[in-house]
């Protein structure tokens, strides 16, 4: 009977010394991960809708400020009429349209709109700004592709475009259309400034991407981490460009903010992108914005 219970007493004994050392073994496996529950599910908090316009065929554009009577930036060939800007509908889709046409000699009306919303990225967030835009032109009854035609400058870009500091708050173009008849290139860019009216970065930050005919999803993520900013411009989900200050020894990021949302349609060009005397936009040239959406998140 002794024997019995010393035996059971160190059978005990190994058990419990057994139990210790698997539950340091566990503790040592759980103290390597993150102490943070928060670390294991997300860094980034979900997307929240700041702004959209389906351009619904039942609705207006009383988002938007339609530009009137006002020569382009980069031409003064091509002045905007507030008519040119509207609902209409392509492909089954219910869309904003702009439209270019020749209204004299060497002079040409199209369509320019500004959101009356703006943004800039606050410290530790992040937005993500996505449109998708189809570019045509039209002879008559026939369409014909945007590479067809010659002088024409479509542009989707945020700016501060409500007060005369351009570009001391910078500039950021998602995407610039150029036609050269029967070939078109496109390009994403930034501009910006110490002083007004002048931009420091020449085409420094230029970088351009191949589109083809049809509708095309053009995207601009705008980050502030920490107070370190970058943008990043996707075309049809595909990184296109990746913008930081190293960019360019001139480039401040953190200086860009209360930026609008852009879409104009221009023609020629004052500074010799076009020769203007071989403009050929058909009997009109269009951008169609199927829809815009702007959204936030912590990060």
Not at 10 to 37: G, Q
Not at 87 to 105: E, F, H, M, P, V
Not at 222 to 251: C, E, F, H, K, P
């Amino acid at each position: 009977m002794r024997t019995l219970v010393k035996f059971l007493g160190l059978l005990l004994l190994i058990c419990f010394v057994f139990a210790c050392e698997v539950e340091d073994a566990i503790v040592e496996e759980v103290s390597d991960k993150p102490e943070n529950v928060d670390e294991l599910i997300s860094a980034k908090g979900p997307w929240s809708r700041q702004f959209t316009d389906n351009f619904n065929s039942n609705g207006n554009l009383n988002k938007w400020e339609r530009t009137h009577n006002r020569a382009d930036y980069n031409s003064s060939r091509c002045t905007y009429r507030n008519w040119n800007s509207e609902i209409a509908s392509l492909d089954g889709r219910s869309c904003l349209r702009l439209q270019a046409y020749k209204s004299g000699d060497d002079s040409y009306e199209s369509g320019h709109v500004k959101s009356n919303f703006d943004f800039h990225p606050g410290r530790n967030e992040e937005y993500r700004l996505t449109a998708r835009i189809k570019l045509i032109a039209r002879e008559g009854n026939n369409y014909k592709g945007f590479a067809e035609t010659y002088g024409a400058w479509p542009a989707f870009w945020t700016v501060n475009e409500r007060s005369n500091t351009w570009p001391t708050r910078g500039e950021i173009d998602i995407m610039e259309g150029y036609s050269f008849g029967n070939s078109a290139r496109f390009a994403s860019n930034l501009f910006y400034g110490e002083n007004y009216l002048q931009n420091q970065l020449g085409t420094n930050a230029e970088r351009g991407y191949s589109v083809g005919e049809g509708w095309h999803t053009y995207q601009q993520r705008w980050i502030n981490r920490n107070g370190s900013v970058t943008v990043q411009i996707y075309v049809d989900g595909n990184r296109v460009a990746n913008y930081t200050n190293s960019v360019d020894n001139d480039l401040k990021l953190e200086n860009f903010k209360d930026h609008n949302i852009v879409f104009n349609l221009n023609v020629g060009s004052d500074t010799g992108i076009f020769n203007n005397s071989r403009i050929n936009i058909f009997w009109n040239t269009y951008m169609y914005v199927d829809y815009v959406r702007l959204d936030k998140r912590s990060i």
